[in-house]
């Protein structure tokens, strides 16, 4: 082994550390333009390695074999045991909102990124740290066995390939704005934002990851205002509730549980539209996430305190409001600005051997919905036709939304068939209205198209408008059904399954 390490590093935590400890060791140390310099001024003994950029031809060929290798201030260079190198933060640089395209080439670590590559490629020969993580650990162990197992250079070795991998894929998600996401070659590079406390089981562990060089968005650009930690059963309940609420114009109250619409009102006052998502579901609403479109205000936080829900998001709260809820034990309070939607989105799904990747489904409507039945639906069916179709979006298929007035009564989802799904939203209904028609139209919508059999069971339960996709071989026989019983229905020419 000879005792010789290169150092050119961006990061420079724990460099002098980890130089002195190298000297220490008898390493001759080699250096390049700041890195020399931070180590010159700390009195550490180095080898300056001049040249000229973009790349470092001569550390290059020495870390090759090939000799003679001098650099251009006529430092002749060994081959290196040790080399240490971390690059240019670019995602820092390109998440900024002032960054311009044109600045981009002014970033980009061509020097380093070389001399990574040629040292991880090399990673039975040589010890590659490409994190100060790796300092210490490496340190003790050329103190206490004088070098390196090959398990562990190989790791290290497969550190310094995901750095460049990440900064890579960083560049390239910059250039394309994420657009070719369903190209041929597709390459995610993913930033830790967070650890969770968990994952959906206790036992699981998980994290919450956003790509690289993004502007924070979304709920990674939440601010936690009170309360513990999140799990991942937390952020997908947020993300279901908070983005149904904004599906809105008028004041709303989301509640979700399990990554679906339990209770969903749009009442005249945003306390009055938590009380009655809550009255929705009850059970459902046990231990949810509470979501609203507007400032929280003191007469909804008084309402919040006095149930268990585990967390609650807003684009802001009132003084009042905030200091209620911060005095709730366990609650977890959270604030997010209405996010800009990104063309670009995408949902992706973990399968066996790969990954599922789709656009986001964006759209309410593809049109305006076809009224297909002879009576045409009121202005009150309309607007809770509305309320049922966007809380129906966000339940999981085969699901089935009741809605009555501005007020959610039931939802149905992940069932097997859309017969199933209105059974059992119109079972679920009983204890808070009559099967028979109250004081409302009740409407309902279905994320699938519906068959006659299950628009049988809807009307016989009282249903007066529906709104469906549309496009099955039982349209036409449905229409006739409606026309029979005086019922309403809507096409939406649009399906919104979700899994």
């Not at 059970?283 to 929280?296: E, L, Y």
């Not at 004081?439 to 069971?457: E, N, R």
Request: glycine share 8%; net charge negative; charged share 20%.
């Amino acid at each position: 082994m000879d005792k010789t390490a290169y150092l050119s590093v961006y990061d420079k935590t724990g460099l002098e550390e980890f130089a002195l400890g190298l000297e220490a060791l008898g390493f001759g140390i080699y250096a390049s333009g700041s890195t020399y310099k931070l180590l010159a001024e700390a009195g550490i003994e180095a080898e300056e390695v001049r040249y000229s950029p973009p790349v470092p031809y001569a550390v290059l060929k020495a870390m090759s074999g090939r000799f003679p290798a001098v650099s251009e201030n006529g430092v002749e260079l060994p081959r290196f045991y040790v080399v240490a190198a971390n690059l240019y933060p670019i995602a820092s640089i390109v998440g900024q909102e002032e960054f311009a395209i044109g600045e981009l080439t002014n970033y980009l670590d061509q020097a380093n990124s070389a001399v990574l590559r040629a040292a991880a490629r090399d990673f039975e020969n040589v010890i590659t740290a490409s994190s100060p993580e790796d300092y210490a650990p490496l340190l003790l162990a050329l103190k206490e066995a004088g070098g390196l197992e090959p398990e562990v250079k190989k790791q290290l070795a497969a550190r310094a390939w995901q750095h460049l991998a990440a900064y890579d894929a960083t560049v390239a998600q910059y250039l394309s704005e994420t657009g070719n996401l369903l190209g041929d070659e597709v390459v995610l590079s993913l930033k830790k934002v967070s650890d969770l406390e968990y994952g959906e089981n206790r036992h699981q562990r998980a994290a919450f990851y956003a790509l690289s060089g993004a502007r924070p968005r979304g709920l990674n650009a939440a601010k936690t205002l009170a309360g513990a930690g999140l799990n991942l059963n937390h952020y997908l309940d947020l993300d279901t509730a908070f983005e149904l609420a904004l599906e809105f114009e008028e004041p709303v109250c989301v509640i979700s549980k399990h990554d679906r619409p339990t209770g969903v009102c749009s009442a005249g006052t945003q306390a009055e539209s938590l009380r009655c998502a809550l009255k929705s579901d009850p059970a459902g609403a046990v231990g949810g996430t509470a979501a609203f479109n507007r400032q929280v205000e003191s007469e909804t936080a008084a309402v919040l305190a006095g149930t268990f829900i585990e967390s609650v998001i807003a684009p802001d709260y009132s003084p009042e409001a905030l200091k209620i809820l911060r005095a709730k034990e366990g609650l977890r309070v959270l604030s997010l600005s209405a996010p800009v939607l990104s063309p670009y989105e995408v949902e992706l799904h973990s399968v066996s051997g790969g990954v599922l990747i789709e656009s986001k489904d964006n759209r309410l409507f593809s049109s305006e919905p076809a009224s297909v039945a002879r009576r045409k639906p009121s202005d009150a069916e309309l607007r809770a036709l509305l309320l049922a179709w966007k809380t129906v979006k966000y339940a999981k298929t085969y699901a089935a939304v009741l809605a009555e007035g501005h007020t959610v009564l039931a939802v149905s989802a992940s069932e097997s068939s859309s017969y199933d799904a209105v059974r059992s939203a119109l079972w679920k209904m009983r204890d808070k209205r009559s099967i028979l028609p109250g004081s409302g139209p009740l409407v309902m919508a279905a994320d699938a198209a519906l068959p006659l059999k299950t628009l049988q069971a809807a009307l016989a339960g009282g249903v007066s408008a529906v709104i469906q996709p549309g496009g099955w071989q039982d349209d036409e026989d449905c229409i006739k059904l409606c026309d029979s019983k005086g019922a309403a229905m809507l096409f939406a020419g649009i399906r919104h399954f979700r899994h």
